[in-house]
Protein backbone atom coordinates (compact mmCIF):
# COMPACT_ATOMS: atom_id res chain seq x y z
CA UNK A 1 0.00 0.00 0.00
CA UNK A 2 1.29 3.47 -1.04
CA UNK A 3 1.26 5.39 2.11
CA UNK A 4 2.81 8.72 0.74
CA UNK A 5 1.60 10.86 -2.09
CA UNK A 6 3.09 13.53 -4.38
CA UNK A 7 3.09 15.18 -8.25
CA UNK A 8 5.40 15.32 -10.35
CA UNK A 9 5.57 17.82 -12.98
CA UNK A 10 7.35 17.11 -16.08
CA UNK A 11 8.10 20.02 -18.40
CA UNK A 12 9.83 19.57 -21.80
CA UNK A 13 13.05 21.19 -22.69
CA UNK A 14 13.62 19.06 -26.09
CA UNK A 15 11.61 17.35 -27.87
CA UNK A 16 10.46 13.92 -26.35
CA UNK A 17 9.76 10.75 -28.42
CA UNK A 18 8.26 8.17 -26.00
CA UNK A 19 7.17 5.91 -28.30
CA UNK A 20 3.53 3.85 -29.08
CA UNK A 21 5.44 1.49 -31.53
CA UNK A 22 5.34 1.36 -35.27
CA UNK A 23 1.64 2.57 -37.35
CA UNK A 24 0.25 1.80 -40.70
CA UNK A 25 -0.45 5.61 -41.34
CA UNK A 26 2.04 8.62 -42.30
CA UNK A 27 4.01 8.83 -38.98
CA UNK A 28 5.96 5.76 -39.09
CA UNK A 29 6.84 6.44 -35.20
CA UNK A 30 4.05 7.67 -33.16
CA UNK A 31 4.11 9.34 -29.39
CA UNK A 32 2.49 7.43 -26.82
CA UNK A 33 -1.67 8.72 -26.39
CA UNK A 34 -4.41 7.96 -24.04
CA UNK A 35 -6.98 6.36 -26.17
CA UNK A 36 -10.08 8.50 -24.67
CA UNK A 37 -8.74 11.48 -25.43
CA UNK A 38 -6.08 11.61 -27.39
CA UNK A 39 -4.08 13.52 -26.11
CA UNK A 40 -0.08 12.37 -25.65
CA UNK A 41 1.17 11.37 -22.35
CA UNK A 42 3.86 9.33 -20.50
CA UNK A 43 3.42 6.13 -19.34
CA UNK A 44 4.20 5.77 -15.97
CA UNK A 45 6.14 2.39 -16.58
CA UNK A 46 8.20 4.59 -18.78
CA UNK A 47 8.96 7.49 -16.46
CA UNK A 48 9.80 5.07 -13.94
CA UNK A 49 12.47 2.64 -15.74
CA UNK A 50 14.25 6.39 -17.46
CA UNK A 51 14.56 7.79 -13.38
CA UNK A 52 15.72 4.20 -12.40
CA UNK A 53 18.10 3.70 -15.70
CA UNK A 54 19.69 7.59 -15.19
CA UNK A 55 19.37 7.32 -11.12
CA UNK A 56 23.22 7.18 -10.36
CA UNK A 57 24.05 9.76 -13.08
CA UNK A 58 21.56 12.69 -11.71
CA UNK A 59 22.72 12.29 -8.47
CA UNK A 60 21.48 8.79 -6.49
CA UNK A 61 22.85 6.90 -4.86
CA UNK A 62 23.35 3.19 -6.71
CA UNK A 63 23.25 1.00 -3.46
CA UNK A 64 19.33 2.94 -3.10
CA UNK A 65 18.23 1.54 -6.94
CA UNK A 66 16.84 -1.76 -5.74
CA UNK A 67 15.49 -0.69 -2.42
CA UNK A 68 13.59 1.99 -4.37
CA UNK A 69 12.58 0.68 -7.84
CA UNK A 70 13.46 -3.50 -7.08
CA UNK A 71 16.25 -5.35 -8.41
CA UNK A 72 16.50 -6.57 -11.82
CA UNK A 73 14.35 -9.21 -13.19
CA UNK A 74 17.03 -11.93 -12.73
CA UNK A 75 17.82 -11.45 -8.93
CA UNK A 76 17.95 -14.20 -6.65
CA UNK A 77 15.88 -11.86 -3.81
CA UNK A 78 12.98 -10.73 -6.32
CA UNK A 79 10.57 -7.87 -4.73
CA UNK A 80 8.82 -4.75 -5.50
CA UNK A 81 10.02 -1.26 -5.49
CA UNK A 82 8.68 1.35 -3.22
CA UNK A 83 8.10 3.91 -5.62
CA UNK A 84 5.85 4.05 -8.23
CA UNK A 85 4.91 6.41 -11.30
CA UNK A 86 1.81 6.85 -12.63
CA UNK A 87 0.75 8.01 -16.36
CA UNK A 88 2.03 11.30 -17.09
CA UNK A 89 -1.32 13.31 -18.64
CA UNK A 90 -0.87 16.44 -20.67
CA UNK A 91 -1.35 20.02 -18.82
CA UNK A 92 -0.21 22.65 -21.53
CA UNK A 93 1.08 22.72 -24.74
CA UNK A 94 2.96 25.12 -26.59
CA UNK A 95 0.96 26.41 -29.33
CA UNK A 96 2.68 29.31 -32.32
CA UNK A 97 0.75 32.47 -32.19
CA UNK A 98 0.77 35.33 -34.38
CA UNK A 99 1.94 37.37 -31.32
CA UNK A 100 4.10 36.58 -28.58
CA UNK A 101 5.64 33.73 -30.37
CA UNK A 102 3.78 31.19 -28.75
CA UNK A 103 1.14 30.65 -26.11
CA UNK A 104 0.54 27.57 -23.38
CA UNK A 105 -2.59 26.00 -24.44
CA UNK A 106 -4.79 23.90 -22.54
CA UNK A 107 -8.57 23.28 -22.14
CA UNK A 108 -11.33 22.92 -19.00
CA UNK A 109 -10.82 19.00 -19.26
CA UNK A 110 -6.81 19.39 -19.01
CA UNK A 111 -6.64 21.59 -16.13
CA UNK A 112 -9.50 19.99 -14.34
CA UNK A 113 -7.79 16.77 -14.63
CA UNK A 114 -5.03 18.30 -13.41
CA UNK A 115 -6.90 19.82 -10.51
CA UNK A 116 -8.47 16.43 -9.09
CA UNK A 117 -4.95 14.71 -9.71
CA UNK A 118 -3.73 17.99 -7.00
CA UNK A 119 -6.74 16.91 -4.86
CA UNK A 120 -6.35 13.36 -4.73
CA UNK A 121 -2.56 14.02 -3.04
CA UNK A 122 -3.74 16.30 -0.76
CA UNK A 123 -2.43 19.67 -2.16
CA UNK A 124 -5.07 22.65 -2.08
CA UNK A 125 -4.83 24.44 -5.08
CA UNK A 126 -7.60 27.02 -4.85
CA UNK A 127 -7.56 27.53 -8.63
CA UNK A 128 -11.14 29.42 -10.08
CA UNK A 129 -13.75 27.17 -11.98
CA UNK A 130 -13.34 27.94 -15.57
CA UNK A 131 -16.38 28.25 -17.39
CA UNK A 132 -17.44 26.48 -20.38
CA UNK A 133 -16.10 27.50 -23.66
CA UNK A 134 -17.35 27.15 -27.06
CA UNK A 135 -15.41 25.81 -30.21
CA UNK A 136 -13.91 28.99 -31.78
CA UNK A 137 -13.78 31.21 -28.49
CA UNK A 138 -11.03 30.80 -25.87
CA UNK A 139 -9.85 32.70 -22.93
CA UNK A 140 -6.91 34.43 -21.99
CA UNK A 141 -4.87 36.80 -19.60
CA UNK A 142 -2.86 38.84 -21.76
CA UNK A 143 -4.83 41.07 -23.99
CA UNK A 144 -1.16 41.76 -25.78
CA UNK A 145 -1.46 38.60 -27.94
CA UNK A 146 -4.92 39.81 -29.42
CA UNK A 147 -5.56 41.71 -32.60
CA UNK A 148 -8.99 43.35 -31.92
CA UNK A 149 -10.21 41.01 -30.19
CA UNK A 150 -9.08 37.67 -31.83
CA UNK A 151 -6.07 35.23 -31.07
CA UNK A 152 -4.28 33.90 -34.19
CA UNK A 153 -2.65 30.45 -33.44
CA UNK A 154 -1.22 28.51 -36.46
CA UNK A 155 -3.89 29.14 -39.06
CA UNK A 156 -6.88 29.33 -36.84
CA UNK A 157 -8.42 32.66 -35.43
CA UNK A 158 -10.50 32.50 -32.03
CA UNK A 159 -12.62 35.35 -30.69
CA UNK A 160 -10.96 36.19 -27.54
CA UNK A 161 -12.40 36.84 -23.87
CA UNK A 162 -9.89 38.24 -21.81
CA UNK A 163 -10.00 36.84 -17.67
CA UNK A 164 -9.42 38.56 -14.45
CA UNK A 165 -9.54 34.94 -12.67
CA UNK A 166 -7.13 33.20 -15.00
CA UNK A 167 -3.96 34.98 -13.52
CA UNK A 168 -4.66 33.36 -10.38
CA UNK A 169 -4.31 30.17 -12.18
CA UNK A 170 -1.74 30.64 -14.64
CA UNK A 171 0.51 32.51 -11.75
CA UNK A 172 0.23 29.22 -9.20
CA UNK A 173 0.74 26.48 -12.10
CA UNK A 174 3.88 28.37 -13.07
CA UNK A 175 5.15 28.53 -9.70
CA UNK A 176 4.22 24.87 -8.79
CA UNK A 177 5.09 23.56 -11.98
CA UNK A 178 8.58 25.33 -13.00
CA UNK A 179 11.78 25.22 -11.01
CA UNK A 180 12.51 28.45 -9.01
CA UNK A 181 16.15 29.03 -10.63
CA UNK A 182 17.01 32.09 -11.97
CA UNK A 183 17.28 29.71 -16.04
CA UNK A 184 13.66 29.40 -15.47
CA UNK A 185 12.33 33.04 -15.33
CA UNK A 186 11.30 33.34 -18.50
CA UNK A 187 9.34 30.33 -18.74
CA UNK A 188 7.44 30.79 -16.03
CA UNK A 189 6.87 34.28 -16.83
CA UNK A 190 5.56 33.46 -19.96
CA UNK A 191 3.12 30.61 -18.03
CA UNK A 192 1.87 33.30 -15.80
CA UNK A 193 0.59 35.46 -18.82
CA UNK A 194 0.40 33.76 -21.95
CA UNK A 195 -1.99 30.36 -20.89
CA UNK A 196 -4.60 29.93 -23.53
CA UNK A 197 -7.67 28.33 -22.22
CA UNK A 198 -9.14 26.60 -25.30
CA UNK A 199 -12.52 24.12 -26.03
CA UNK A 200 -11.88 21.13 -24.87
CA UNK A 201 -12.54 19.93 -29.04
CA UNK A 202 -10.22 22.70 -30.08
CA UNK A 203 -7.44 21.56 -27.64
CA UNK A 204 -7.73 17.97 -28.86
CA UNK A 205 -7.14 19.43 -32.36
CA UNK A 206 -3.44 20.59 -31.61
CA UNK A 207 -2.93 18.15 -29.70
CA UNK A 208 -3.48 15.94 -32.56
CA UNK A 209 -1.70 18.03 -34.90
CA UNK A 210 0.64 20.41 -33.46
CA UNK A 211 3.30 17.79 -32.82
CA UNK A 212 7.15 17.92 -33.97
CA UNK A 213 7.43 15.33 -37.15
CA UNK A 214 11.07 14.44 -38.17
CA UNK A 215 11.53 13.08 -41.20
CA UNK A 216 14.56 10.21 -41.06
CA UNK A 217 16.41 8.16 -43.42
CA UNK A 218 18.09 4.67 -42.61
CA UNK A 219 21.74 4.76 -43.76
CA UNK A 220 22.92 0.62 -45.32
CA UNK A 221 25.96 -0.14 -42.78
CA UNK A 222 27.69 -1.51 -45.72
CA UNK A 223 27.28 1.14 -48.29
CA UNK A 224 26.99 4.22 -45.47
CA UNK A 225 24.45 5.98 -47.90
CA UNK A 226 20.46 6.28 -47.24
CA UNK A 227 18.83 2.85 -48.34
CA UNK A 228 16.47 2.67 -50.95
CA UNK A 229 12.55 3.27 -49.51
CA UNK A 230 14.64 3.81 -46.30
CA UNK A 231 12.43 7.20 -45.47
CA UNK A 232 9.92 7.75 -42.10
CA UNK A 233 8.52 10.05 -39.79
CA UNK A 234 8.99 9.89 -36.32
CA UNK A 235 6.38 12.39 -33.98
CA UNK A 236 7.77 13.98 -30.70
CA UNK A 237 6.30 16.10 -28.34
CA UNK A 238 7.37 19.52 -28.71
CA UNK A 239 9.86 21.13 -26.32
CA UNK A 240 7.93 23.85 -23.48
CA UNK A 241 4.67 21.07 -23.33
CA UNK A 242 4.26 20.93 -19.37
CA UNK A 243 2.55 17.45 -18.06
CA UNK A 244 1.79 16.14 -14.43
CA UNK A 245 1.91 12.38 -13.43
CA UNK A 246 1.61 11.04 -9.76
CA UNK A 247 4.44 9.80 -7.72
CA UNK A 248 3.72 7.05 -4.78
CA UNK A 249 5.91 6.06 -2.14
CA UNK A 250 5.45 3.10 0.18
CA UNK A 251 7.87 1.49 2.88
CA UNK A 252 11.09 -0.56 1.34
CA UNK A 253 10.30 -4.44 0.86
CA UNK A 254 13.04 -7.07 1.16
CA UNK A 255 11.25 -10.16 1.46
CA UNK A 256 12.33 -10.92 4.81
CA UNK A 257 10.53 -10.23 8.29
CA UNK A 258 10.31 -6.48 9.52
CA UNK A 259 12.61 -7.16 12.42
CA UNK A 260 15.72 -8.73 10.20
CA UNK A 261 15.53 -5.63 7.24
CA UNK A 262 19.15 -3.83 7.60
CA UNK A 263 17.75 -1.02 5.50
CA UNK A 264 14.42 -0.77 6.00
CA UNK A 265 12.84 2.53 5.10
CA UNK A 266 9.44 4.32 5.78
CA UNK A 267 7.30 5.72 3.11
CA UNK A 268 8.08 9.26 4.62
CA UNK A 269 11.75 8.01 4.01
CA UNK A 270 11.49 6.66 0.48
CA UNK A 271 9.51 10.09 -0.68
CA UNK A 272 12.36 12.07 0.62
CA UNK A 273 15.45 10.21 -0.96
CA UNK A 274 13.46 10.18 -4.69
CA UNK A 275 12.42 14.01 -3.99
CA UNK A 276 15.78 14.96 -3.03
CA UNK A 277 17.19 12.79 -6.25
CA UNK A 278 15.15 14.10 -8.71
CA UNK A 279 13.46 17.58 -7.88
CA UNK A 280 14.52 19.88 -10.51
CA UNK A 281 16.77 17.61 -12.48
CA UNK A 282 17.25 17.27 -15.95
CA UNK A 283 16.32 13.68 -16.73
CA UNK A 284 16.42 11.72 -20.43
CA UNK A 285 12.64 10.11 -20.87
CA UNK A 286 11.90 7.95 -24.56
CA UNK A 287 14.00 7.32 -27.64
CA UNK A 288 16.81 8.80 -29.40
CA UNK A 289 19.01 10.22 -26.56
CA UNK A 290 21.80 10.57 -28.49
CA UNK A 291 20.29 12.68 -30.80
CA UNK A 292 19.14 15.34 -28.20
CA UNK A 293 15.69 14.07 -27.59
CA UNK A 294 13.73 13.23 -24.21
CA UNK A 295 15.52 16.12 -22.15
CA UNK A 296 12.79 17.10 -19.37
CA UNK A 297 12.73 18.83 -16.26
CA UNK A 298 11.07 17.15 -13.24
CA UNK A 299 9.40 19.42 -10.37
CA UNK A 300 7.99 17.40 -7.21
CA UNK A 301 5.30 18.90 -4.99
CA UNK A 302 4.48 16.84 -2.20
CA UNK A 303 0.65 16.39 -0.91
CA UNK A 304 -0.55 16.01 2.58
Not at 291 to 297: E, M
Request: charged share 25%; with cysteine; glycine share 10%.
Amino acid sequence: MFEKRAAVFLYAVSPVHLGAGQAVGVIDNPIQRERHTGHPCFAGSGIKGAVRHGFETIGGDASLIDRLFGPDAGSADLHAGAVSFGDAQLVALPVRSLKGGYVYATCPQAISRAQRLLGLIGIPEGWPALPGIEEGRCLLANPALLSGDKLHLEAFEYTAQVSQDLPRLSEDLATRALPADDGYTFFRDKLKTDLVVLSDTDFAYFAQNAMLIEPHVRIDPDTGTAKERGLFYTENLPPESLLIAPLLASQTRTGKKKDDKEDWEDAAGVMLKIKNVINGKLLQIGGDATTGRGLVVAKVVEGN
